[in-house]
Every structure is written in C-alpha cells, then in structure tokens.
C-alpha cells in the first residue's frame, strides 16, 4: 500500500481552505444575485447548495454509523448532531488531519508506534478517511458545482456580457470538477494494494480527459437550454433516468440498507449526466464507448438544430467561439481518454494475480484491516 506523505497533508490542508473558501463563495454569489433583484438564480444557487450538503451529511453519517457499530453509541449521538447541523465534513476533516499528521510527519521521522498500533493501521486509517472525504467531494462536485456552472454558463450566454472574472470563475469550476474527480483516483490508487502510484503524466492525462469532455458537455446543454428550456429540462431528465434505471440493473451492493443503496443509485444517476461513472469494477470498454458516442451524436445534433432553425444566431460571434470550444473539447476529451486507457489505466500494468478486474482496477481487499466502501465505487 502507498503511503500518506507530508505533500499529501499539504493537499488535505488545501482541501479544508478550499471547501470553506467555497462555501463564502457561493453564498457572496447568492446574495449578489439577491441584491440585483434576480431572485430566481438566488434560490437556485441555495438550493443547489442545500441539496447537496444535505444528502453528502446523509452518506457522512451513514457511514460513521457502519465504521463505528458496536461502539460507544453517546459518540454517535454527537456525531449525528454534528451531521444535523450540517458540519459533519469538518468532523472527517479532524480525523483526516489528526491520522494524517501522524503518518506524515511521527511516523516517517522515526515513528512511535507500538504493536498494538503499528504504522500500517495509521497509514491505512488515514488513506480510508481522506477516501471517504474525497468520495463525498464528488457527491458535492455533481449534486452542487455542475448544476451551478451550468446556470452561470446559461446566465452568461443569454445575457451576453464579457465579464472576464466570470470568465474566470467558470474556468476554475470547470478545473475544481476535474481536479475532485483526479483527487479521487488517487485516493483510490493508495488504498489499493498492488497498484502503482498515480505520476504526474497519468494524472495530467486524466485530469485533461475529464476536463475537455465535461466541458463539450455543458457547453451543449448550455446550447440547447438557451434554444428552449423546457427542451433541456426533458434531456436532462431523460438522461439521468437511463442513468438511474442503468444503475439499478448493475445491482449495485454500495450501502448497508436498500434505501441508502436507492439513494446512491440516484446520485450515481446524476453523476452520469455529465460523465462516465463506473460502479461495479467491471470491463467497461464497451460502455464507455456507447456513453461518449451518444454524447457526441447529441453534441452535434445540437449545433446542427442550431444551424437550421436558428440561423439568425450564428452569425454573432458569441456563438462561433462557443461552438469551437465544444467541438474541439470533445475532441481532444476523447483522444486523452484513448491515451489514459491504452497506456495509463492500471490494466496496463497490474499484476495478473493481484487483480479481480484488471480494467477497472478493482482488487482483493484481504489484506485490509476491512474491506473499504470505495471497493464498490469505482471510478474511470
């Protein structure tokens, strides 16, 4: 297994920062929209926030229910208070923070762990808790920041104004949903056995995988919601519908009890509007195909509906740019995906021994002090 170094508790410091530093974020934007007297976007952009500090402190909860049964159940009762008024995160921070100095800095100059605390149960308690954290972030990533990047994108292209630090607070959103998704593969890597560490190159290659196709993406259902809106609703519904009856039909075994595991399913289904989520640990290459396939036809059907029935709009160089940027972000998504699979994926160096499924990167868990939740969510 990786180890937690001392440049990885420098990230989870940054993480903390990032998170509050979101939330100021998001409620300066709410109130700035408020004050214009646009209070429609000020209720959306809450309650894109409520919804998804709700069911993250819902699964935060769960699972300190499941890691901590038998225990102390007075433990519990704060630590639902905690998740009740919506701070259960910091709580995971704390742990993160007070496992991942331990491992990063006592124990790596020179250690003071006895037997019945060796090393190893530090380094793996460390590497479950950032994991988990970094599985809520990509609950937060889809159920919050891509439904808002996508209303910022909307209220830009309608109303048409050239705001450079909109420009720039869009951009970064679109970074913050690759690098979330980046952070999580690396969680993943170290809490595996038998996995090499993800280099720089791998993770650049990822990183540029993610961040072009979800950008062609959102671009296209900024496209066709500024066409007609209610068109976009019924897309997006249908899509997270094929989503959702899709995870169903995999079975998926992520949580204890049917209503949470119904819950997951829901979320998993919002997960793959806007990209590739895979949840069982199996070969997807066939699946994979078909999802940025389908979103390509789409893509283009798009800027062909444009070109027919909207002529008029072509002509403004608004438009021009943004259907460069969709075109050649997809593109380019897709060439990186190609690269990130045919030299980068662990199947391309995975022990045949030590892997269950070599594609996905899913391995034996014996080893382990318990057999982690991420053993069932899988990301590509």
Same mark, same amino acid.
């Given at each position: 297994?990786?180890?937690?170094?001392?440049?990885?508790?420098?990230?989870?410091?940054?993480?903390?920062?990032?998170?509050?530093?979101?939330?100021?974020?998001?409620?300066?934007? #709410?109130?700035?929209?408020? $004050?214009?007297?646009?209070?429609?976007? =000020?209720?959306?952009?809450?309650?894109?926030?409520?919804?998804?500090?709700?069911?993250?402190?819902?699964?935060?909860?769960?699972?300190?229910?499941?890691?901590?049964?038998? *225990?102390?159940?007075? !433990?519990?009762?704060?630590?639902?208070?905690?998740?009740?008024?919506?701070?259960?995160?910091?709580? %995971?921070?704390?742990?993160?923070? &007070?496992?991942?100095?331990?491992?990063?800095?006592?124990?790596?100059?020179?250690?003071? #762990? =006895?037997?019945?605390?060796?090393?190893?149960?530090?380094?793996?308690?460390?590497?479950?808790?950032?994991?988990?954290?970094?599985?809520? %972030?990509?609950?937060?990533?889809?159920?919050?920041?891509? /439904?808002?990047?996508?209303?910022?994108?909307?209220?830009?292209? @309608?109303?048409?104004?050239?705001?450079?630090?909109?420009?720039?607070?869009?951009?970064?959103?679109?970074?913050?949903?690759?690098?979330?998704?980046?952070?999580?593969?690396? =969680?993943? +890597?170290?809490?595996?056995?038998? !996995?090499? @560490?993800?280099?720089?190159? /791998? !993770?650049?290659?990822?990183?540029?995988?993610?961040?072009?196709?979800?950008?062609?993406?959102?671009?296209?259902?900024?496209?066709?919601?500024?066409?007609?809106? +209610? =068109?976009?609703?019924?897309?997006?519904?249908?899509?997270?519908?094929?989503?959702?009856?899709?995870?169903?039909?995999?079975?998926? *075994?992520?949580?204890?009890?049917? &209503?949470?595991?119904?819950?997951? +399913?829901?979320?998993?289904?919002?997960?793959?509007?806007?990209?590739?989520?895979?949840?069982?640990? %199996?070969?997807?290459?066939?699946?994979?195909?078909?999802?940025?396939?389908?979103?390509?036809?789409?893509?283009?059907?798009?800027?062909?509906?444009?070109?027919?029935?909207?002529?008029?709009?072509?002509?403004?160089?608004?438009?021009?740019?943004?259907?460069?940027?969709?075109?050649?972000?997809?593109?380019?998504?897709?060439?990186?995906?190609?690269?990130?699979? %045919?030299?980068?994926? /662990?199947?391309?160096?995975?022990?045949?021994?030590? $892997?269950?499924?070599?594609?996905?990167?899913? #391995?034996?868990?014996?080893?382990?002090?318990?057999?982690? +939740?991420?053993?069932?969510?899988?990301?590509?």
């Amino acid at each position: 297994m990786m180890k937690f170094t001392k440049q990885n508790f420098i990230f989870l410091v940054g993480g903390i920062v990032i998170y509050v530093v979101d939330i100021g974020l998001d409620l300066w934007v #709410a109130s700035k929209y408020f $004050c214009q007297g646009q209070y429609f976007w =000020s209720i959306l952009i809450l309650s894109f926030r409520g919804l998804s500090s709700l069911i993250t402190q819902i699964f935060s909860y769960e699972w300190f229910k499941n890691d901590w049964e038998g *225990t102390d159940t007075g !433990k519990l009762k704060w630590i639902f208070l905690a998740h009740l008024f919506q701070c259960g995160i910091f709580i %995971r921070y704390w742990f993160a923070l &007070k496992y991942g100095c331990q491992a990063a800095f006592k124990q790596n100059s020179g250690g003071d #762990a =006895s037997e019945t605390d060796p090393p190893n149960y530090i380094q793996k308690q460390v590497i479950d808790v950032v994991t988990d954290i970094n599985m809520l %972030r990509v609950f937060k990533t889809f159920l919050e920041t891509t /439904p808002q990047l996508f209303v910022q994108i909307y209220i830009l292209m @309608e109303h048409g104004k050239n705001d450079f630090c909109q420009y720039a607070a869009i951009f970064v959103s679109f970074c913050g949903i690759s690098v979330s998704m980046v952070d999580y593969q690396v =969680s993943l +890597r170290k809490s595996l056995p038998d !996995k090499d @560490e993800f280099h720089v190159l /791998p !993770k650049l290659v990822y990183l540029f995988y993610k961040l072009l196709t979800i950008t062609s993406w959102i671009l296209s259902i900024s496209l066709i919601t500024l066409l007609s809106v +209610r =068109s976009s609703v019924i897309l997006l519904i249908f899509l997270w519908i094929c989503g959702f009856t899709w995870t169903v039909k995999q079975h998926t *075994t992520f949580c204890k009890s049917m &209503k949470m595991e119904y819950l997951y +399913r829901t979320v998993v289904g919002i997960i793959l509007i806007f990209t590739f989520f895979n949840i069982k640990g %199996r070969k997807t290459k066939y699946c994979i195909s078909i999802y940025y396939a389908t979103h390509t036809v789409v893509t283009l059907g798009i800027l062909l509906v444009y070109m027919f029935l909207k002529p008029s709009i072509i002509k403004g160089i608004d438009f021009v740019i943004v259907s460069i940027l969709t075109i050649l972000s997809l593109v380019l998504g897709i060439i990186f995906l190609a690269v990130y699979y %045919r030299c980068f994926h /662990p199947t391309a160096y995975c022990r045949p021994q030590a $892997c269950l499924d070599e594609v996905d990167g899913e #391995a034996e868990q014996k080893d382990r002090v318990k057999t982690g +939740r991420f053993q069932n969510f899988l990301m590509q």
